[in-house]
């Protein structure tokens, strides 16, 4: 071998690789190969030191502050047994707010269903004018007719409007 001190053998017990470009554990300050240079794969017994994730206690849901060196377990125990302040228990919020305005229906829906008519809040099954009984009973919203007015100006012409006169055919017989 020309280069007998090149390079280092890798420190886990069931590697023991030689290895040209170590990779030194910061936290331990062995040297290890490729595959064994992370915390988990060489079990470093001192990952939790350089461990920079900031815990959260389950009751409260605010940080605790970790001490350099500490383990977190025992930081958020000591948190919940001393000064960890519980929010007071919350009611659940009601999910079914909007009441049906319809006379004698009690139904309860989560989305506001408003009718445009009468401005009133409905349930999905008496959301249309004609289903609520509408005070203002105007025209149903499931209307048929084109109110989309055409190039003559018209909203609605009946059967010789200009659309069928444009479309129309001669049929032989």
């Known amino acids: 071998m020309e280069f007998p001190d090149l390079g280092k053998h ?3 017990k069931t590697c023991k690789r030689l290895d040209f470009l ?22 470093c017994p001192l990952a939790f030191t350089k461990d920079v994730r900031v815990p959260v206690c389950p009751l409260c849901n605010r940080p605790v502050p970790v001490k350099n060196g500490e383990i977190p377990d025992v930081a958020v125990g000591a948190h919940m047994d001393g000064d960890c302040r519980r929010p007071p228990r919350q009611e659940t919020a009601k999910v079914f707010t909007f009441r049906c305005s319809r006379e004698g229906c009690r139904r309860r829906e989560m989305l506001q269903v408003v009718c445009e008519e009468c401005s ?9 004018p004609l289903d609520h009984g509408c005070a203002r009973r105007g025209l149903p919203s499931s209307s048929a007719r084109c109110l989309d007015p055409g190039p003559s100006g018209a909203s609605h012409e009946g059967p010789g409007g200009w659309l069928a006169r444009r479309f129309r055919f001669k049929v032989k017989r």
């Open 10 to 12: 890798c420190s886990e």
């Open 22 to 43: 170590p990779l030194k554990c910061d936290a331990c300050k062995q040297d290890f190969c490729k595959d064994h240079f992370t915390y988990a794969a060489h079990k």
């Open 120 to 128: 009133g809040s409905f349930c999905f099954q008496h959301r249309h």
